[in-house]
């Protein structure tokens, strides 16, 4: 037994490398999870132990956004580092038939990683871009073409109720719907059982990535289809929490990322690894009214919260766009850290490029920054840029808001429940909140501070000129 432990830890210590020494990353990114369905942020029925040991024992940002309150926006910041309006894609959210996609010339988090020598996997939903008749089926429009070795998941939200959404994963002898790709499930939106499955099989494709790449750097991406609904959970978690199916749902998503955990421990790399957690745009509460609705049944029980915010998924209302945000990294990340100053899921790109050693892309702009020092300041010192955040949305990503500090200037409204909550907004008459005293947008400010309306409208006017002048690798915006 003795020799059998011992073999045990020398495998473990041979595995190891210097912690700072391009570390992995991993990436987990949630579908329309709000803000109030944790443990740590005071859920009173959803048990998520997992994620209050990344808040406990890593880092908590409380002040965490999404770039976008929408679906594809989102994701093409969170691979980019850029505002969503850079993108040039035209709209927030790209149907299964929409020609346009992540255009090939844009640097992701997976092609800068990649050479630095990182493997690459990505399991769930891309979002970003399907081959189909409009773009003469093009390669360029999925995974594999924006850094990734390899990729199983959806190709859009699963709640597309044509055979538009399907399970697909990369494989080089495979040739639909393009070679290079098979599709697992034709019509994923009728199959329920898979749909069960889904939290289950990126688990699983997670930890056999991380077993078969440990002894090398590497990225994986996660990003569940859930809970996005209809949400489901496998037969283990059904009836498990005390919030109905959307409950269990979070609390299967929760014993996944358990398990990730366990397995970096159980593979020595856990000190050689930092873990991100966060959500795509905050919970889609248009349905949260709906008694009966004939795709996503009791909708009301099957949405999440965004408490203590205002508004939901599709909003620029904090509610919309603020998300959690947990970076866990043992013995760099002192247990309890509380990042008190705003971030964004564009910061990880930047940071990730810095552990790894790969320069940033010197041709355009990004949004972004590195945010090392707020990690541990002793092991990596320096300044972080202030936090300047465009918020922009519906309609071809168009600007909404802007915050800088504590202030945020709303110069449009849009809300997907059709309520702008008794508010109205313009350029020329503004909404002023200072979102750290009045995080629920409650008191408008602006009659009190002409100064700071001035300042962030003028910060408006320099980012649509960033992006007018240089434009986007797709044209105009």
Same mark, same amino acid.
């Given at each position: 037994m003795k020799s059998i432990l011992t073999l045990l830890l020398f495998s473990t210590v041979l595995h190891a490398r210097p912690a700072l020494e391009k570390p992995n990353v991993v990436v987990v990114f949630l579908d329309d999870c709000g803000y109030g369905d944790f443990s740590h942020t005071?859920?009173?029925?959803?048990?998520?132990? *997992?994620?209050?040991?990344?808040?406990? @024992?890593?880092?908590?940002?409380?002040?965490?956004y999404a770039a976008s309150p929408a679906c594809t926006a989102s994701r093409y910041s969170l691979l980019t580092g850029r505002n969503p309006r850079r993108s040039g894609l035209g709209t927030w959210v790209l149907g299964p038939n929409d020609a346009r996609h992540i255009h090939p010339k844009e640097t992701t988090l997976a092609e800068g990683l990649k050479n630095r020598g990182y493997a690459t996997g990505f399991f769930g939903k891309w979002h970003l871009g399907t081959p189909n008749s409009n773009n003469s089926l093009t390669a360029d429009a999925f995974p594999l073409a924006h850094g990734f070795d390899v990729w199983e998941g959806t190709n859009v939200s699963n709640d597309y109720t044509k055979p538009a959404v399907k399970l697909i994963r990369s494989n080089p002898a495979g040739t639909t719907p393009i070679p290079g790709y098979e599709i697992l499930v034709d019509n994923l939106a009728t199959n329920i059982p898979v749909h069960e499955d889904l939290t289950r099989r990126y688990r699983d494709l997670s930890v056999d990535f991380i077993r078969k790449n440990k002894d090398n750097p590497f990225l994986l991406y996660l990003a569940p289809n859930m809970p996005h609904l209809p949400v489901h959970a496998s037969d283990e978690f059904k009836g498990?929490?005390?919030?109905?199916?959307?409950?269990?749902? $979070? =609390? %299967?998503? &929760? #014993? $996944?990322?358990?398990?990730?955990?366990?397995?970096? =421990?159980? @593979?020595?790399?856990?000190?050689? !690894?930092?873990?991100?957690?966060?959500?795509? *745009?905050?919970?889609? /509460?248009?349905? %949260? *009214? !709906?008694?009966?609705?004939?795709?996503y049944g009791e909708a009301r029980l099957r949405v999440g919260s965004a408490l203590p915010f205002r508004d939901g998924k599709g909003s620029t209302w904090e509610g919309g766009v603020r998300v959690v945000g947990a970076w866990y990294w043992p013995g760099v990340i002192a247990p309890g850290t509380v990042v008190r100053t705003a971030a964004s899921s564009m910061d990880i790109l930047p940071t990730a490029f810095a552990l790894a050693g790969e320069p940033l892309p010197s041709d355009r702009t990004l949004d972004g920054r590195d945010i090392r020092p707020f990690l541990n300041a002793n092991k990596f010192p320096g300044e972080v840029r #202030?936090? =300047?955040? /465009?918020? !922009?949305?519906?309609?071809?990503? #168009?600007i909404f808001a802007a915050r800088k500090g504590p202030w945020k200037l709303h110069i449009g409204l849009y809300s997907q429940t059709g309520s702008n909550h008794g508010f109205t907004a313009s350029p020329e008459r503004p909404l002023l909140f200072n979102v750290e005293e &009045?995080?629920? @947008?409650?008191?408008?400010?602006?009659?009190? @501070?002409?100064?700071?309306v001035a300042e962030l409208q003028s910060l408006i006017s320099a980012f649509n000129k960033s992006v007018i002048t240089e434009q986007t690798f797709w044209g105009a915006p």
């Open positions: 005071g859920n009173p029925t959803i048990h998520t132990p *997992n994620v209050s040991r990344l808040v406990h @024992e890593g880092a908590n940002f409380p002040q965490f498990k929490s005390k919030r109905g199916l959307y409950g269990d749902c $979070m =609390e %299967e998503i &929760d #014993a $996944m990322l358990g398990t990730l955990l366990s397995t970096l =421990e159980t @593979e020595g790399i856990a000190k050689n !690894t930092l873990v991100v957690f966060t959500s795509d *745009n905050g919970p889609w /509460i248009r349905f %949260e *009214n !709906t008694a009966k609705d004939p795709l #202030a936090f =300047e955040h /465009i918020y !922009t949305g519906n309609n071809g990503n #168009a &009045d995080p629920s @947008e409650r008191i408008d400010r602006r009659a009190q @501070e002409p100064a700071m």
